[in-house]
């Protein structure tokens, strides 16, 4: 006994039956006539009508991953793989003969690297570096040249100034941190791993709300998003504040600042996914 090679007829959702024999190649709609042939049960008509066809299911995601990786490899290492001072903030707190020298030297070894503010004591470059006006300040006394600096700027940061000091000088220069990180946040890259996570799992959220429910009403979905903007907010607080001491900050303004960002990200990648399935499916029943 031959097996079959003729596809069966499917039944959707609603009680359609799809037999793909039914529709000779010229009389099916032009995007569908190469589509790729689905014998999975429960899928309706629309759907399969719609399916792209293989070069096109086959290139579409190749073509967009790679562009995606591409943009961000190459934006992420031109911003990070040599990374330079320019115009950053640095305090003087020395003589003005001194404090002229410093800054001739620290212009002549880079050019444009520094904005210079002069303060008056070594009191007041630390209130400043408290204050977040400058990172670190070079304070140079009857103790000798050292630079005050604001450990919570990270350590590549405080890393920098200090050998650039050291240059001007010409000999090491103390680093003494007024202003350290949290005790659980050793390198100063909590808060950016937290914010990866967020972003990363609010556009999650978006993208797997659209695939499961794409007709959901407007106030159902945006009520959904506020249940995990919430949510998302008091998760990372318990874990990134009460658990690892890691972000210098109080539980309700991590909790409110994480929720922000969670609901922010999903509603930008769900108006994305929103206009994305409206220009696609531009006739009813939508298959989106």
Known sequence: MQPSSELPAIASSDGTLYDPDAHPAGHRPAHGRHALADTEPG?????????????????VPVVTALAIGTIFVAVYLAAFHAPSAR?????????????????????????????????????????????????????????????????AQGP????SLATAA????GHPVP??????????????LSAFYAAFGVVLA???????????????????RAASMLVFAAASGVTVALIAH??????????????????????????????????SARSVCRSPPCCC
């Open 156 to 159: 590549s940061v405080v890393s």
């Open 202 to 220: 609010g556009f999650l959220f978006a993208v797997s709300s659209y695939q499961i429910a794409p007709r959901l009403p407007l106030s159902a």
């Open 175 to 188: 680093v003494r941190d007024v202003q350290p990180l949290a005790a659980g946040d050793a390198r100063g």
């Open 43 to 59: 899928i309706s008509a629309p759907v399969l009508d719609a399916a792209a066809g293989v070069r096109k299911a086959m290139l």
């Open 242 to 275: 009460s658990g690892f001491g890691a972000l210098p900050a109080s539980f309700l303004t991590v909790a409110v600042v994480v929720g922000l960002l969670a609901w922010a990200t999903a509603a930008a990648t769900g108006c994305c996914c929103g206009c």
């Open 166 to 169: 050291t240059q001007a000088v």
């Open 87 to 151: 115009h950053q903030p640095l305090g003087i707190a020395a003589s003005d003969t001194v404090a002229a020298r410093t800054e001739l030297a620290l212009n002549s070894a880079a050019p444009d690297a520094y904005t210079f503010h002069r303060y008056a004591d070594a009191d007041a470059a630390r209130r400043a570096i408290v204050h977040d006006e400058v990172p670190a300040a070079l304070v140079g006394d009857a103790r000798g040249m050292r630079l005050l600096a604001a450990g």
